[in-house]
């Protein structure tokens, strides 16, 4: 599975894959810090994933990216091949 991250205060654009082949560069986890929008998609037939907060974490400060404003400045350059994400 491919994580993608975007921190929009910098901007940082980062791919991971995530996997248990660490010879091949995956990854087995990843952390996402707060204020850092993410997506991923599967690479093969089929992914399992999920995603885990710990304390501090409120929903009350999460927003879909659609959601935002002005979120389409942000898919420009390299981010223009990820809007079908939205």
């Not at 975007?6 to 995530?18: A, G, M, S, V």
């Not at 998609?41 to 992914?47: E, I, K």
């Not at 009350?60 to 223009?80: E, K, S, T």
Request: glycine share 10%; with cysteine.
């Amino acid at each position: 599975m491919e994580l993608i991250t975007y921190q929009p205060d910098t901007p940082l654009l980062q791919k991971c894959i995530l996997g248990n082949e660490l010879d091949a560069g995956q990854i087995l986890q990843a952390i996402v810090p707060g204020k850092t929008w993410q997506c991923a998609r599967s690479l093969g037939a089929f992914s399992l994933m999920g995603c885990t907060v710990t304390p501090g974490f409120d929903f009350r400060d999460f927003q879909f990216v659609r959601d935002l404003p002005d979120h389409a400045l942000h898919f420009q350059g390299a981010m223009a091949g990820l809007r079908h994400f939205l």
